[in-house]
């Protein structure tokens, strides 16, 4: 049986598909700091495809999804980059801010 967790103040914030999506991108992150990988303009990012997401969360649509990590990016949780080798990837990068470690009670040094 596969679990999934959220933080509360997520939830009440952004709401329950924010609330898991932010769960699993702290998870990521919170390993590849751990293995000191994926660390770019001062600070560790994990990554994923819609595709991806859509295989993790199967409850939800590509359209939830995308209006989840909107949503966690316009209230301040996470921000997005680019750090592909090819020009035509278009997978999303995403970190966590200021905010964002805040809420797992860490810092993000």
């Known amino acids: 049986m596969e679990l999934h967790y959220y933080s509360v103040e997520v939830a009440k914030e952004c709401g329950l598909n924010s609330a898991a999506l ?3 991108i702290a998870f990521w992150i919170k390993k590849n700091r751990a293995n000191r990988k994926h660390f770019h303009d001062g600070t560790y990012w994990t990554y994923n495809s819609m595709k ?4 993790l969360f199967p409850y939800f649509t590509e359209r939830q999804v995308k209006t989840a990590l909107k ?7 996470i921000k ?9 990837d278009r997978t999303k990068w995403y970190a966590l801010t ?3 470690y805040v809420i797992l009670g860490q810092d993000n040094a």
């Open 22 to 24: 932010f769960a699993n």
């Open 52 to 55: 991806a997401f859509e295989d």
């Open 71 to 77: 949503k966690l990016e316009d209230y301040g949780y």
């Open 80 to 88: 997005t980059g680019n750090y592909n080798k090819l020009p035509f």
């Open 98 to 100: 200021n905010k964002g």
